[in-house]
C-alpha cells in the first residue's frame, strides 16, 4: 500500500526526512574555533606555574596532527558545499537564519548515510582539534613553538570570522562558505607554527 506522502510520485519511496544540517555544520565551525583558539595563548599570562599541564608530545608531533585536522576540515566543508541540498541551504532555506529545524529537506537514502558518514567525520575532528590546539598551546607556553605575534593575530581573524556568524545569525550557506575558508586559513597557519619550533 502507497503511504499518502508518495502518492503522485512526487518523492521516491525510499525519501527520508534528514536530520538538522546545523547539528553537522555547528560541530565542524566548533572544531575550527578549537583551533582558531590558539590565538589567545599570546596574551596568556607569562609566568607558568610549576604544576601547569604539560604536553604529551613533542611539539613536532601534536603540529602535524594539527595540520592534518586542518586538512580534514577543509574536505568536511567542501563535501558540505558539495551537497548544499544536505548541508547548505540550497533554495529558499539558504536565506534563512542559522537555527535548528527549519532547513532537512527529503532526501534520498544515499543522502542520508552520507549525512552519517559526515557526522562521523565531523564529531571525530571535533575532538582532534581540540586536543591537538591544546597540546599546540601547551607547546607554546613551554617554549617549543616561539613564533611572531602576527602568526597569532591570524588565528585572532579566523576566530573574528567564526564569531560573526553567531552574532550575524548568518544563513547557513554563508556558515558552510566562511567555514570553508577558515579551514583553508587555519591550515595555512599551522603550517607557519610549523616553522618555529624549537625542540
Known amino acids: 500500500m502507497t503511504s499518502k506522502r508518495n502518492q503522485g510520485g512526487s518523492h521516491d519511496a525510499d525519501t527520508r526526512i534528514a536530520p538538522d544540517p546545523f547539528a553537522a555544520v555547528l560541530p565542524a565551525i566548533a572544531a575550527l574555533g578549537a583551533i582558531s583558539s590558539i590565538a589567545t595563548i599570546n596574551w596568556a599570562a607569562t609566568e607558568r606555574a610549576p604544576d601547569r599541564i604539560r604536553p604529551k608530545r613533542k611539539a613536532a608531533t601534536a603540529l602535524r596532527e594539527l595540520e592534518t585536522c586542518c586538512l580534514h576540515l577543509c574536505e568536511i566543508f567542501r563535501r558540505f558545499q558539495r551537497n548544499p541540498a544536505l548541508f547548505a541551504g540550497e533554495g ?22 552520507l549525512y552519517q558518514q559526515v557526522m562521523n567525520d565531523v564529531a571525530s575532528m571535533l ?73
Open 92 to 113: 529558499a532555506q539558504g536565506s534563512s537564519p542559522l537555527k535548528f529545524g527549519v532547513h532537512g529537506p527529503r532526501v534520498s537514502g544515499d543522502a542520508a548515510r
Open 127 to 199: 575532538v582532534l582539534a581540540a586536543q591537538n590546539a591544546f597540546e599546540v598551546m601547551c607547546a607554546v607556553e613551554d617554549g617549543t613553538v616561539d613564533a611572531p605575534e602576527a602568526i597569532f593575530f591570524g588565528f585572532g581573524e579566523c576566530q573574528d570570522q567564526l564569531n560573526k556568524l553567531i552574532q550575524n545569525r548568518a544563513t547557513l550557506k554563508a556558515s558552510v562558505d566562511t567555514g570553508a575558508e577558515v579551514a583553508e586559513r587555519l591550515t595555512e597557519l599551522v603550517r607557519e607554527l610549523k616553522k618555529y619550533r624549537t625542540d
